[in-house]
């Protein structure tokens, strides 16, 4: 069994060297929401998610070796000094000491970018701290270079989420399930493993584009909306139906019954958002205009039949799912309707992708 001292790197030589690794490392969006978490970043349910493509962050992780055994490191955003990040990658490199005792040795200046625009209101975390673990892992590599390339990938996920629950799913795959579940062969708790099983050609592809609805800070943060779960009135009910909802997914994603997926996924989105609202003490992070655009996309799927539908995050913002092969019709609806009622008329188009990629330096 794969448990947590498989991914222990006791053995490793130390690189009395310097260098750097880049990679990038996409966004997620989840149909089947993990909310809510027990001790060690260990989700409460399982979820599912597709890999999205264009939101993307870029990280460089510059080693340098050091003679003292501590974790030393700098951080930029975009070449300059971001010290506000510190206290998240501080407690990153804490948790993931004990498995990567090789970090100890280097001191690392981490320089980061978004291809997404700043301040979007997306949340970086998914992609940030997946790709700060695999130029970890490419250390890991060069110093312990013995372990097989689904070791390293797992290890990958593992990392991520000790950084971000939701960062273990933008790691490898277009379809990505976390978190132990009797539906899905090897789902494990520890990392993000790729949906194994047949899936219907109309989700190739499958098309997201991201609404910017609201760009402010959220009044209540993922870390604390995951806490409240934790004597939830409707907590128990709600991981059951998570486990149920993979395995409806499952054989709709078989099936390309796109009537099902649609009905799926914004339960799911107005579930998370429940539990929100039913939370002690409760929370909204739903804005008017998230609720506008949510009645106007079932007006435009009522009145022309094409199968769009919404799922939400941890935020205002409204992600539109949609074929390939509608993407003339849906994007010329989300121009000139949907994009009214985002701030400054932003939103992002994106699609499905498939995970972390090594950027060799010039
Ligand atoms: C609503 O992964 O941001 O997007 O593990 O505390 O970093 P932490 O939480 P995070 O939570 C994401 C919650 C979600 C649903 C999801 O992506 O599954």
């Not at 593992?158 to 990505?176: D, E, M, Q, T």
């Not at 090897?186 to 219907?200: K, M």
């Not at 996309?297 to 022309?304: D, L, N, S, V």
Request: glycine residues 4%; charged residues 20%.
């Amino acid at each position: 069994m794969t448990t947590l001292d498989t991914f222990k790197t006791n053995d490793y030589s130390k690189i009395n060297t310097k260098g750097s690794f880049t990679f990038s490392a996409p966004s997620n969006i989840a149909l089947v929401k993990y909310w809510g978490k027990k001790e060690n970043q260990i989700p409460a349910n399982p979820s599912l998610s597709f890999t999205l493509n264009n939101c993307k962050t870029v990280t460089t992780l510059q080693y340098e070796s050091k003679a003292e055994k501590n974790v030393s490191f700098d951080l930029l955003f975009e070449g300059q000094p971001k010290e506000s990040f510190r206290p998240k990658i501080q407690k990153y490199f804490e948790r993931i000491q004990d498995l990567c005792p090789y970090i100890l040795d280097y001191h690392f200046t981490i320089d980061t970018k978004n291809t997404f625009p700043h301040s979007s209101g997306i949340a970086s975390s998914a992609s940030g701290m997946a790709a700060l673990s695999a130029t970890i892992i490419a250390l890991e590599k060069l110093v312990n270079p013995h372990q097989t390339e689904d070791y390293y990938l797992q290890k990958t996920s593992l990392l991520a989420r000790l950084g971000s629950g939701s960062a273990c799913r933008s790691i490898k795959g277009n379809i990505v399930v976390w978190g132990e579940t009797e539906s899905i062969e090897n789902s494990s708790d520890l990392f993000g493993v790729e949906f194994p099983y047949e899936v219907h050609s109309v989700f190739e592809n499958y098309q997201d584009t991201i609404l910017l609805v609201d760009k402010g800070e959220k009044q209540v943060s993922s870390t604390v909306g995951h806490d409240l779960m934790h004597n939830h009135p409707f907590a128990i009910r709600r991981f059951e139906q998570a486990h149920e909802n993979v395995v409806k997914l499952k054989a709709v994603l078989k099936s390309g019954n796109l009537e099902q997926f649609i009905a799926l996924v914004e339960s799911e989105a107005l579930t998370l958002h429940a539990m929100m609202m039913t939370s002690i003490p409760y929370f909204i992070l739903m804005k008017p205009n998230t609720l506008e655009i949510i009645n106007q996309i079932w007006k435009f799927r009522e009145t022309t039949n094409i199968p769009i539908c919404f799922t939400l995050d941890a935020g205002a913002n409204v992600h539109v799912l949609y074929p390939e092969m509608h993407k003339t019709e849906v994007q010329d609806f989300i121009e000139n309707e949907l994009s009214k009622h985002c701030q400054n008329q932003q939103f992002i188009h994106d699609e499905m992708g498939f995970g972390i990629q090594s950027i060799v330096n010039l």
